[in-house]
Structures are given as C-alpha cells and as structure tokens.
C-alpha cells in the first residue's frame, strides 16, 4: 500500500501470500514522481552499524501516520482475518474501510 503524508490511501497492489512484498513496489511507485518531488529514504541505520549514514530524524517521526493506516485496518476484523476470498472482494473492502477512516 502507498499512503500520503497524512495517512490516507493512494494506492495498493494485491499480491499472493506466498509472493515477498518487493515484488508489489515497481507498480506502486508507477507515477509517483519521487525524485522530481525531491523525496528522500528517511530510514535509521541499524543499531550496530559501524559507519553512520545521516537520516532527518524530525522527518522519521512522521513515519507513524503510516503506520497508524495498517494499524486503523486491523481493526477491521473483516479485512484482518480475510474473511473475503476473491480478490474483488477483498479490494472493494480495502476501499470501503480507508474511504471510512478518511473520513473518521
């Protein structure tokens, strides 16, 4: 899924459960336009890293309007526990609860 700055859906990609999450980013990313936004990686180095790598730590905690999307779906029991089994089913619900919690 891709979400804006404030957490809403834009834009998500069904893939098989067997399927890495990787495989889903090239369509995702289809007209972003990241880099002529000037969009950068915020993401910490880990802990034990021997070289630090520079990351705007102000802008890494705007990272929990994210989060907080997948969080809000969970509490969607229907989409959680996938009681859906087609594919257009469980994308309508997708749209169905974040069209809610945009408007919440």
């Known amino acids: 899924m891709r979400v804006d700055a404030l957490g809403n859906l834009v834009k998500f990609v069904l893939l098989p459960g067997q399927r890495h999450d990787l495989i889903g980013v090239p369509s995702l990313l289809d007209?972003?336009?990241?880099?002529?936004?000037?969009?950068t990686a915020v993401i910490p180095p880990k802990s034990n890293r021997v070289d630090e790598i520079d990351y705007d730590v102000e802008m890494y905690k705007w990272r929990h309007l994210v989060e907080n999307f997948f969080c809000n779906l969970k509490h969607f029991c229907r989409l959680a526990m996938r009681f859906e089994k087609m594919d257009v089913s469980y994308a309508a619900m997708i749209h169905t609860v974040s069209s809610r919690l945009a408007l919440a």
């Open 31 to 39: 007209g972003a336009e990241l880099k002529e936004r000037g969009a």
